[in-house]
Nanobody, 124 residues
Framework: QVQLVESGGGLVQAGGSLRLSCAAS????????MGWFRQTPGKEREFITA????????YYADSAKGRFTISRNNAKNTVYLQMNSLKPDDTAVYYC?????????????????WGQGTQVTVSS
C-alpha cells in the first residue's frame, strides 16, 4: 500500500520559515518525480514546485521562485519543501504528489499518489 505522509505544517508569522516533509512508503520512490501543490478553500489546487526522480532537476511556479526550495533524499524516501519569507497568501493546505510522468512541471493529471495534506497558516 502506497502512502505519502506530509508533516511540518503549522502556524508561522509572516516572514518566517517552515520545512515540510513528505515521507513515502510502498513505492520505489527513486522512480518518481515528486511535486508539491497547495489549495485554499474555494480555489483549485495549485502547483508549487517539482523535482525529478534523481533530484537533479527542479521546477518552480512563479509564486515559489526565490522563496521555496524543493529537495529529496532517495535513501530516506522523503521529499522536502523549505519555505522562507512566508506571506499570508501562502496560507493553504500543502500536498505532495508522486508523478508517473517523467516531465516538468508535475501535472495533477499525472500524479498517481497524493498525501493527505498539511495545513500551513501564515499570520500577518
Amino acid at each position: 500500500q502506497v502512502q505519502l505522509v506530509e508533516s511540518g505544517g503549522g502556524l508561522v508569522q509572516a516572514g518566517g520559515s517552515l520545512r515540510l516533509s513528505c515521507a513515502a512508503s510502498g513505492l520505489t520512490f527513486s522512480n518518481y518525480y515528486m511535486g508539491w501543490f497547495r489549495q485554499t478553500p474555494g480555489k483549485e489546487r495549485e502547483f508549487i514546485t517539482a523535482i525529478s526522480a534523481s533530484g537533479s532537476t527542479t521546477y518552480y511556479a512563479d509564486s515559489a521562485k526565490g522563496r521555496f526550495t524543493i529537495s529529496r533524499n532517495n535513501a530516506k524516501n522523503t521529499v522536502y519543501l523549505q519555505m522562507n519569507s512566508l506571506k499570508p497568501d501562502d496560507t493553504a493546505v500543502y500536498y505532495c504528489a508522486a508523478s508517473v510522468a517523467r516531465m516538468m512541471p508535475v501535472l495533477q493529471k499525472d500524479a498517481r499518489y497524493w498525501g493527505q495534506g498539511t495545513q500551513v497558516t501564515v499570520s500577518s
